[in-house]
C-alpha cells in the first residue's frame, strides 16, 4: 500500500463533467482517428481500451479501488491485506491522468513506448486528462451501482440510451471507428468531489 494516490484520484471529475467534455465536436474523430491508430501500432487494442476518466467513489488515504470478478469495490487497506495473504495478487486494471498512474487494480502492465505514443497524441489534441485507459472486457458491459460496489454485467446493447453515458471505447484493426466497449448510468450516486482541504 499505497496502490494508488488518492489525492489525484479524488480530483478526477464526476462522470457527468467528464462527459460534458466528451461530447466536444472533434471528440469523436479524435477517438477514431489518432487515438485509434496508437492502440492499433502497439497492439493495445487486443488488450485495452479507451477510457473516459471519471471517478466513482471518494478514496481516503489507505483506500484503494480493487476489481474482483468483474465488481469494483472500494476497500481499505486491511481488506487488500487479508486478500493478498489469501495468495491474490493485485496489479493495475485502469490508468489515468497524465502519466497514466493506476487507479483500479487487478490486470496487466501496459507497454511503456505505447503510453508515450498516446500520451503525445492527447497532448496534441488539447485532451490530456480526458481518457484514460481500462483493461478490455471479454465482452461489452454496463456498471450500475450497487452500495459502494461498482457492479459490471454485460451489455446486450439494449440499455436506454438516454440513461447511461458511454466511458470505454474499443477498437478493431479490421474495422475503422470504434465501438463502445463500456458504459456506466446516469443516475449514478457519484461521491461529490472533495475540497482541499476536506481531503482525508
Same mark, same amino acid.
Given at each position: 500500500?499505497?496502490?494508488? !494516490?488518492?489525492?489525484?484520484?479524488?480530483?478526477?471529475?464526476?462522470? +457527468?463533467?467528464?462527459?460534458?467534455?466528451?461530447?466536444?465536436?472533434?471528440?469523436?474523430?479524435?477517438?477514431?482517428?489518432?487515438?485509434? !491508430?496508437?492502440?492499433?501500432?502497439?497492439?493495445?487494442?487486443?488488450?485495452?481500451?479507451?477510457?473516459?476518466?471519471?471517478?466513482?467513489?471518494?478514496?481516503?488515504?489507505? +483506500?484503494?479501488?480493487?476489481?474482483?470478478?468483474?465488481? @469494483?469495490?472500494?476497500? #481499505?487497506?486491511?481488506? *487488500?491485506?487479508?486478500?493478498?495473504?489469501?495468495? #491474490?495478487?493485485?496489479?493495475?486494471?485502469?490508468?489515468?491522468?497524465? %502519466?497514466?498512474?493506476?487507479?483500479?487494480? #487487478?490486470?496487466?502492465? *501496459?507497454?511503456? $513506448?505505447?503510453? @508515450?505514443?498516446?500520451?503525445?497524441?492527447?497532448?496534441?489534441? %488539447?485532451?490530456?486528462?480526458?481518457?484514460?485507459?481500462?483493461?478490455?472486457? /471479454?465482452? !461489452?458491459?454496463?456498471?450500475?451501482?450497487?452500495?459502494?460496489?461498482? =457492479? =459490471?454485467?454485460?451489455?446486450?446493447?439494449? /440499455? &436506454? @440510451?438516454?440513461?447511461?453515458?458511454?466511458? @470505454?471505447?474499443?477498437? #478493431? %484493426?479490421?474495422?475503422?471507428?470504434? &465501438?463502445? $466497449?463500456?458504459?456506466?448510468?446516469? !443516475?449514478?450516486?457519484?461521491?461529490?468531489?472533495?475540497?482541499?482541504?476536506? %481531503?482525508?
Amino acid at each position: 500500500m499505497p496502490l494508488i !494516490d488518492n489525492t489525484l484520484y479524488n480530483e478526477l471529475p464526476s462522470l +457527468e463533467t467528464a462527459y460534458t467534455r466528451r461530447q466536444a465536436k472533434h471528440i469523436d474523430n479524435l477517438i477514431q482517428g489518432p487515438l485509434r !491508430d496508437v492502440f492499433i501500432r502497439y497492439g493495445a487494442h487486443k488488450t485495452f481500451a479507451l477510457y473516459l476518466q471519471h471517478r466513482h467513489h471518494r478514496l481516503g488515504r489507505k +483506500e484503494a479501488i480493487v476489481k474482483v470478478h468483474g465488481t @469494483a469495490h472500494l476497500m #481499505n487497506e486491511e481488506d *487488500i491485506v487479508d486478500i493478498e495473504t489469501m495468495g #491474490n495478487k493485485i496489479i493495475p486494471a485502469t490508468w489515468m491522468g497524465k %502519466d497514466m498512474l493506476a487507479i483500479e487494480a #487487478n490486470s496487466p502492465v *501496459i507497454p511503456p $513506448h505505447f503510453i @508515450a505514443e498516446l500520451d503525445r497524441v492527447l497532448t496534441l489534441s %488539447d485532451c490530456n486528462g480526458l481518457f484514460g485507459i481500462d483493461t478490455l472486457a /471479454e465482452a !461489452d458491459w454496463t456498471e450500475l451501482t450497487v452500495g459502494n460496489a461498482s =457492479v =459490471v454485467v454485460p451489455s446486450n446493447g439494449n /440499455e &436506454r @440510451a438516454e440513461a447511461y453515458i458511454p466511458v @470505454a471505447f474499443a477498437f #478493431n %484493426d479490421g474495422k475503422p471507428g470504434f &465501438r463502445v $466497449h463500456g458504459k456506466c448510468g446516469k !443516475d449514478r450516486k457519484h461521491t461529490s468531489k472533495p475540497s482541499r482541504s476536506g %481531503d482525508v
